[in-house]
């Protein structure tokens, strides 16, 4: 089995599958600039609009697949419980594409999280990483 991940701000499918993809991250690390509107609480939380996830499966054995997945933050903690992605039957030679959206993305914590992705309950993980970005 062979799985790519991109991560970006947004994602779309096209015709033809292809995809548009905007604001890549390409070495999967967002430097957030965290800036709070005034007066705000500090207890307001952190975050990004949206987080788009691209992950492409192919090289699999012809037939029904099921797909799940969900994210760790960086003290190995669910972000979110694992979630339904689907069931897909894919064709010898053929891939299949899955988006995943986090709107907003609310930042836990700065450091490694982990987005893990469940192919027939096989666990592929892919980390991604939020850094704080100094504001000068």
């Known amino acids: 089995m062979k799985i790519k991940f991109l ?3 947004e994602v779309r499918l096209e015709m033809g599958g292809k995809s548009t993809v905007v604001g890549l991250f390409p070495d999967d690390v967002l430097l957030m600039q965290v800036t709070r509107p ?3 609480s500090p207890d307001m939380p952190e975050g990004i609009d949206r987080l788009a996830f691209l992950l492409n499966v192919s090289d699999v054995p012809e037939g029904m697949h099921n797909f799940k997945g969900n994210i760790t933050d960086p003290s190995g903690a669910p972000y979110n ?3 339904a992605l689907g069931d897909e039957n894919i064709k010898e030679g053929f891939s299949h594409s899955i988006i995943v959206e986090i709107r907003p993305f609310i930042v836990k914590s700065k450091g490694v999280y982990h987005f893990n ?3 027939d309950d096989v ?7 939020i850094r704080q970005q100094a504001i000068s």
């Open 7 to 9: 991560l970006a701000e």
């Open 38 to 40: 005034v007066g705000a």
């Open 81 to 83: 419980p694992v979630t």
């Open 117 to 119: 992705l469940y192919v």
């Open 123 to 129: 666990l592929t993980t892919f980390p991604f990483e």
